[in-house]
């Protein structure tokens, strides 16, 4: 037990990697809300391209969904670096992490948008049009707001675990929570500052964990309108 | 002299008084056992994975430690170099044996063998490039291990030569940062920075900064008997010229004359760092 806290609560390596690992846990919250932002957005988006079924497009949409769901984030991250570059294109840690993420979520996002609008009733569409609804008024006003509804307990899990990702971005010398954690502890040579990052990453997931299952709540069954 | 002298009795009585440690080193150093040590892979020509797993210097050097201590036979486990204190902590190692520079803040919490090898900073720099001295550095990216002691040389100098710290997991990623234009140079060991030059045209070392660092394997605290017993393994290592000849094989020059290599250090420990034992000794060897 002695053991333990010296090595994970030792108070004067904790005090001293503070500073440092709070610096990282700013750019990981950065980090992690821009992934959502970017990943959901650009899956509803990929959603409702393939609503309007254009083969072409369609194929394209279905090619990206299953490449980015089936590569490993940290594979996504590493080739945008290290790769890219040989072909003149240099991405900041930061860009290429969001990027990468927010990639692998818009993936998930329209792969979840897609199926909950095809969960409901093809009568819907026929409904609407029969009483003149054209077919970007049904979308938007009749069939999207019932899909997101639908959508949104599965966007959440999987947004939180992508945006936990955001570790991964220390391969490419991302300067977040747990990366400058491991900085200091091997410089100190005592893993206390893993704790540290352990204890940012409760502090900023907890509430976002929490924050979700509201939504569901709030959203997510139906209010019978 | 009369504190120093007390200090040293004391410690005596105390080894002398507890049996429980030789006991506990067995248990966590079971001489029946392969020898399981940790290292971060990746680092030529210390250690890379080859077609027959570990190669290099340090694989050919604890193979041999291994044999000398009678264990069975020698377990390598790869680790990040960012886990290697936290596994050595864990006891999932008995100890390191990666290129681990030997420092004050370290030996605060862990106890080193020995000097094994000199070293310094390593600037490597893209083949068309000069690198002069540290000012050439203002205004550049410099890419570091993460945690290594280039990390810790990077981040104190960085104000004062003008430069940004990019930390990667492993060094042929820092590599890569050189040659995608990511970093100016990379830092890294001198033996380390001097073998990828040479196998790599698109790079050269810029800069070479010897500073009196050394490496050495580093052990829990209370391993103090083991590491002892080690360290006189090494000690043998260096008087038959086993370790001069691992250095021919691997960096293909003969090692500097008088560095850490070929020097058997008085006591066990490295002098000048906590946790040396100042008992001078006469190694062994068969």
Same mark, same amino acid.
């Given at each position: 037990?002695?053991?333990?806290?010296?090595?994970?609560?030792?108070?004067?390596?904790?005090?001293?990697?503070?500073?440092?690992?709070?610096?990282?846990?700013?750019?990981?919250?950065?980090?992690?809300?821009?992934?959502?932002?970017?990943?959901?957005?650009?899956?509803?988006?990929?959603?409702?391209?393939?609503?309007?079924?254009?083969?072409?497009?369609?194929?394209?949409?279905?090619?990206?969904?299953?490449?980015?769901?089936?590569?490993?984030?940290?594979?996504?991250?590493?080739?945008?670096?290290?790769?890219?570059?040989?072909?003149?294109?240099?991405?900041?840690?930061?860009?290429?992490?969001?990027?990468?993420?927010?990639?692998?979520?818009?993936?998930?996002?329209?792969?979840?948008?897609?199926?909950?609008?095809?969960?409901?009733?093809?009568?819907?569409?026929?409904?609407?049009?029969?009483?003149?609804?054209?077919?970007?008024?049904?979308?938007?006003?009749?069939?999207?707001?019932?899909?997101?509804?639908?959508?949104?307990?599965?966007?959440?899990?999987?947004?939180?675990?992508?945006?936990?990702?955001?570790?991964?971005?220390?391969?490419?010398?991302?300067?977040?929570?747990?990366?400058?954690?491991?900085?200091?502890?091997?410089?100190?040579?005592?893993?206390?500052?893993?704790?540290?990052?352990?204890?940012?990453?409760?502090?900023?997931?907890?509430?976002?964990?929490?924050?979700?299952?509201?939504?569901?709540?709030?959203?997510?069954?139906?209010?019978?309108? | 002299?009369?504190?120093?002298?007390?200090?040293?009795?004391?410690?005596?009585?105390?080894?002398?008084?507890?049996?429980?440690?030789?006991?506990? =080193?067995?248990? /966590?150093?079971?001489? !029946?056992?392969?020898?399981? +040590?940790? @290292?971060?892979?990746?680092? &030529?020509?210390?250690?890379?994975?080859?077609?027959?797993?570990?190669?290099?210097?340090?694989?050919?050097?604890?193979?041999?430690?291994?044999?000398?201590?009678?264990?069975?036979?020698?377990?390598?486990?790869?680790?990040?170099?960012?886990?290697?204190?936290?596994?050595?902590?864990?006891?999932?190692?008995?100890?390191?044996?990666?290129?681990?520079?030997?420092?004050?803040?370290?030996?605060?919490?862990?106890?080193?063998?020995?000097?094994?090898?000199?070293?310094?900073?390593?600037?490597?720099?893209?083949?068309?490039?000069?690198?002069?001295?540290?000012?050439?550095?203002?205004?550049?990216?410099?890419?570091?291990?993460?945690?290594?002691?280039?990390?810790?040389?990077?981040?104190?100098?960085?104000?004062?030569?003008?430069?940004?710290? =990019?930390?990667? /997991?492993?060094?042929? !990623?820092?590599?890569?940062? +050189?040659? @995608?234009?990511?970093?100016? &140079?990379?830092?890294?060991?001198?033996?380390?920075?001097?073998?990828?030059?040479?196998?790599?045209?698109?790079?050269?070392?810029?800069?070479?900064?010897?500073?009196?660092?050394?490496?050495?394997?580093?052990?829990?605290?209370?391993?103090?008997?083991?590491?002892?017993?080690?360290?006189?393994?090494?000690?043998?290592?260096?008087?038959?010229?086993?370790?001069?000849?691992?250095?021919?094989?691997?960096?293909?020059?003969?090692?500097?004359?008088?560095?850490?290599?070929?020097?058997?250090?008085?006591?066990?420990?490295?002098?000048?760092?906590?946790?040396?034992?100042?008992?001078?000794?006469?190694?062994?060897?068969?």
């Amino acid at each position: 037990m002695d053991r333990l806290i010296e090595n994970y609560l030792n108070a004067q390596v904790l005090a001293e990697a503070f500073p440092k690992v709070l610096d990282g846990f700013g750019v990981t919250v950065a980090v992690s809300l821009l992934v959502i932002v970017v990943g959901i957005s650009f899956g509803l988006v990929l959603a409702i391209l393939r609503v309007m079924n254009v083969k072409v497009i369609n194929a394209f949409i279905v090619a990206y969904v299953d490449i980015f769901r089936t590569l490993p984030q940290l594979v996504v991250i590493i080739f945008i670096y290290f790769a890219l570059p040989y072909v003149d294109i240099n991405l900041s840690p930061f860009t290429t992490t969001v990027l990468a993420l927010g990639a692998v979520l818009s993936a998930f996002a329209s792969e979840i948008f897609w199926s909950a609008i095809k969960a409901l009733p093809r009568g819907q569409w026929d409904a609407a049009s029969a009483l003149g609804f054209g077919f970007f008024r049904t979308l938007f006003s009749i069939i999207l707001p019932q899909a997101v509804r639908l959508a949104i307990p599965l966007l959440t899990n999987r947004a939180i675990a992508i945006s936990k990702g955001t570790a991964l971005g220390t391969a490419v010398s991302l300067p977040e929570a747990l990366g400058q954690a491991q900085s200091v502890t091997a410089i100190v040579a005592n893993p206390s500052p893993l704790t540290l990052a352990a204890a940012f990453y409760l502090t900023f997931f907890i509430p976002l964990v929490v924050a979700s299952r509201w939504i569901e709540h709030r959203y997510g069954r139906g209010h019978g309108h | 002299m009369f504190s120093k002298f007390s200090r040293f009795g004391a410690a005596l009585i105390v080894s002398a008084l507890v049996v429980g440690p030789s006991v506990a =080193q067995e248990a /966590d150093h079971p001489s !029946d056992k392969p020898l399981v +040590v940790g @290292t971060d892979f990746g680092v &030529a020509p210390w250690m890379i994975r080859g077609a027959s797993g570990a190669e290099g210097f340090g694989a050919d050097l604890i193979n041999e430690i291994g044999k000398r201590l009678g264990r069975p036979s020698v377990e390598i486990v790869d680790i990040n170099f960012s886990g290697l204190f936290p596994a050595l902590f864990a006891k999932k190692i008995e100890f390191t044996v990666n290129p681990l520079n030997i420092t004050a803040e370290r030996a605060e919490r862990m106890l080193f063998s020995e000097p094994l090898f000199a070293t310094g900073n390593g600037f490597l720099i893209k083949a068309n490039a000069e690198m002069k001295g540290f000012e050439d550095l203002k205004g550049k990216a410099i890419a570091v291990n993460r945690g290594t002691i280039s990390d810790t040389w990077a981040t104190a100098n960085a104000e004062k030569y003008g430069f940004e710290v =990019q930390r990667y /997991d492993t060094f042929p !990623d820092t590599v890569q940062a +050189v040659i @995608t234009n990511r970093a100016f &140079a990379a830092i890294n060991e001198i033996p380390t920075v001097t073998y990828a030059a040479s196998r790599n045209k698109a790079i050269k070392v810029g800069y070479n900064d010897f500073n009196g660092r050394n490496f050495g394997y580093a052990f829990r605290n209370e391993s103090g008997e083991y590491r002892n017993k080690v360290e006189a393994v090494i000690e043998c290592l260096k008087l038959d010229g086993t370790m001069r000849k691992l250095h021919e094989k691997w960096y293909g020059s003969a090692p500097q004359e008088g560095s850490a290599i070929d020097t058997v250090y008085i006591g066990y420990g490295a002098p000048g760092f906590k946790g040396f034992e100042p008992t001078p000794h006469v190694p062994e060897c068969k």
